[in-house]
């Protein structure tokens, strides 16, 4: 159980446009999900805290308006990445918690490669 | 500033021994305490917890000790095998939040 999904696992795109990624719980309800990002040989770096149907909560540095989330239902949230430059090229990943699971635990997607050329 | 500190980059350990490995933390406001174990291309995979008013917690092959007054955590493996190697990430969880802190992984390699 408790597993999450994403897509697409791997993407490149030009400069300049813009790159949706999803993140799905498969088999329970996510009430909340978060989305990191990590460089090479560096940790995790959360990104945002979003809850469905409601604004995410985005960490000190992290541009809104160009990283948008959102979490339109329990199972489901995108992350879209607007005007994308070769410096957001990166591996993100999503992370979900939710009913039903362990209150400790974030169930996390298998990432997302995304390249910017 | 980096609040969860995994000082070990890389750790070798024959199969069958044990592999430790470290992470230490400086944010008092801590109070849980996570290990991840991730494969590349791969998201990390929850391994074992300890809350904070515990200082061991036990599963199967793997042991999380934690050290509040040295702000230490230790991840033992015993005995190790070669499917262990991988990248492990300790991460720590602000109290009365979800919101977790990630250390910057030790890759752990067991060598047959």
């Known amino acids: 159980g408790a597993v999450v999904s994403q897509h697409p696992s791997w993407v490149i795109c030009k400069s300049g446009t813009s790159v949706k990624i999803e993140c799905r719980s498969l088999?329970?309800?996510?009430?909340?999900m978060f989305w990191y990002r990590q460089f090479p040989k560096q940790s995790l770096m959360l990104m945002a805290t979003s809850n469905e149907g409601s604004k995410a909560t985005y960490e000190q540095g992290v541009e809104k308006d160009k990283f948008l989330i959102n979490h339109a239902s329990l199972t489901l949230s995108t992350l879209t990445v607007t005007s994308a430059h070769p410096e957001d090229s990166s591996f993100y990943i999503c992370?979900?918690?939710?009913?039903?699971?362990?209150?400790?635990?974030?169930?996390f997607g298998p990432g997302t490669r995304l390249t910017v050329t | 500033d980096q609040q969860v500190k995994q000082n070990s980059p890389s750790l070798s350990v024959q199969e069958g021994r044990i592999s430790i490995l470290n992470c230490d933390y400086t944010n008092s406001m801590f109070d849980y305490f996570l290990w991840y174990k991730k494969y590349p291309a791969e998201g990390p995979t929850f391994l074992i917890s300890i809350s904070s008013i515990k200082d061991k917690n036990e599963d199967g092959r793997f042991t999380v000790f934690l050290n509040k007054s040295a702000k230490h955590l230790s991840l033992h493996i015993v005995p190790s095998q070669p499917g262990d190697s991988a990248v492990y990430f300790c991460?720590?969880?602000?109290?009365?939040?979800?919101?977790?802190?990630f250390g910057t992984g030790t890759r752990l390699k067991v060598l047959a």
């Open positions: 088999d329970f309800q996510a009430t909340t």
């Open positions: 992370s979900a918690k939710g009913e039903g699971v362990s209150p400790y635990e974030q169930y």
């Open positions: 991460a720590a969880r602000y109290s009365g939040t979800y919101k977790y802190i």
